[in-house]
């Protein structure tokens, strides 16, 4: 009998520090072990470039960087980010070379749309594992056109409807709906990548920053048109808190791993030097920290919630999904983050807060601890 395939997959990861393993440290052990391990590559790779005008607050770390990816276990990385671009044609390049020489498999971005749409896919024992990556997330041109380098979009339009057209000023509902085009591409890429792989991962860079619980409408749109053509799996990132897990047809949706690997603005030296050495002063900054209440008491780079984190866990077996699981993360002040231990009172706090969130988004999805995992009930 032949043993299960492991893969893991976590949310957005920035290592940037003196010594970029140690953000690792307490994590590389389980990350290891995983047949596949994937992640979300946050920052730009480079030490060059000027930043973009259009990029709100520029996120980079050096090229080295990929090489502590690497060395934490990591083997597929999608670089489909909001931040691609933040540092032009030179810094997005360098990425892409860092990423390759360290030997990762990147996914989502590329020289053009063709190469941002090619999936990765990996054979585990005659098991075949397919990788797409989009961002639903963009500044003006970060995504990939048939000439320009960017990331694999997956855009959406937001629409807002005046509840009581009577009444000025009052409140509105917000719809949001996927770009025609996109979708037909990631089905097209769903179709393909299914005819070559026996399961399919779908990684997507989406969502609402910040705000507890609450999913875009598109994101369903999404996620269910790419379940209904063939996806098994789905891990979404972006947001910088967990949001809830969805079951679908029986496949697991991850709205939203949170943050991983992210440091504290203050370790972000060059990416601070273009605001004058202070990313908090910033008006983006306090725009940002106006969506989540609780923000505004901390003292940290982000709200409270985000430093409650997870590692995706899939096994595979007999090129199908057995189970997903996750195993809950705690995120300290070092940033360097933890796996936690069922009887570590942060186990239970991280685990009811993807059961509140889950029920607040009306999902009824159904979790069971077992030792140190969570397990997600897929049938």
Same mark, same amino acid.
């Given at each position: 009998?032949?043993?299960?395939? +492991? ?35 946050e920052?730009? $790779? ?15 770390? =050096? ?9 934490a ?30 030997? $990762? ?44 380098q ?8 937001? +629409? ?9 000023? %009052?409140?509105?509902?917000? /719809?949001?709906?996927? /770009? ?19 399961? +399919?991962?779908?990684?997507?860079h ?26 098994? $799996?789905?891990?979404?990132h ?58 505004k ?11 409650? =984190? ?34 570590d ?14 029920? %607040?988004?009306?999902?009824? %999805? ?14």
């Open positions: 009998m032949s043993k299960d395939i +492991v893969i893991y997959g976590v949310g957005d990861v920035g290592p940037c520090r003196d010594n970029l393993d140690s953000i690792f440290d307490h994590v590389r052990h389980v990350i290891k072990e995983g047949d596949i391990s994937f992640c979300q590559l920052p730009v $790779l480079t030490d060059r470039g000027t930043p973009l005008p259009q990029a709100r607050l520029t996120c980079s770390s =050096s090229p080295e960087a990929a090489q502590a990816l690497k060395n276990g990591f083997n597929v990385v999608s670089f489909a980010t909001n931040h691609c671009m933040d540092w032009g044609r030179e810094g997005f390049y360098d990425t892409l070379d860092a990423l390759k020489s360290a030997g $990762l498999n990147q996914v989502g971005a590329g020289r053009n749309l063709d190469e941002a749409r090619k999936p990765v896919i990996m054979d585990v024992n005659g098991t075949r594992i397919a990788f797409l990556a989009y961002c639903s997330i963009l500044p003006q041109d970060y995504w990939a056109t048939e000439r320009r960017g990331c694999a979009p997956l855009r959406a339009y937001t +629409v807002y409807e005046q509840i009581e057209h009577d009444q000025p000023g %009052t409140p509105c509902r917000i /719809h949001s709906y996927p /770009h025609r085009e996109d979708m037909k591409n990631m089905l097209e890429d769903i179709k393909k990548a299914k005819e070559n792989a026996d399961i +399919v991962v779908l990684s997507v989406w969502g609402i920053h910040f705000k507890e619980a609450e999913i875009a409408e598109y994101q369903r749109d999404y996620a269910y048109a790419a379940i209904d053509n063939g996806v098994d $799996l789905i891990l979404g972006h947001a910088h808190i967990l949001k809830p897990i969805e079951v679908y047809k029986g496949k697991a949706i991850f709205y939203s791993l949170g943050n991983f690997a992210m440091e504290e603005i203050g370790n972000m030296k060059r990416d601070l030097a273009v605001y004058g050495g202070d990313h908090a002063s910033s008006k983006s900054f306090k725009e940002m920290k106006n969506i989540a209440p609780k923000w008491d901390s003292n940290r780079s982000f709200p409270p919630d985000s430093y409650k =984190s997870m590692i995706a866990k899939c096994t595979i077996s007999e090129n199908k999904i057995k189970t997903v699981s996750y195993l809950p993360v705690d995120i300290p002040e070092d940033c360097a983050a933890v796996v936690l231990d069922k009887n009172i942060k186990f239970k706090e991280v685990n009811d807060y993807v059961e509140h969130i889950t029920r %607040t988004e009306k999902m009824d %999805t159904i979790f069971e601890v077992k030792g140190n995992e969570v397990f997600i009930k897929l049938d």
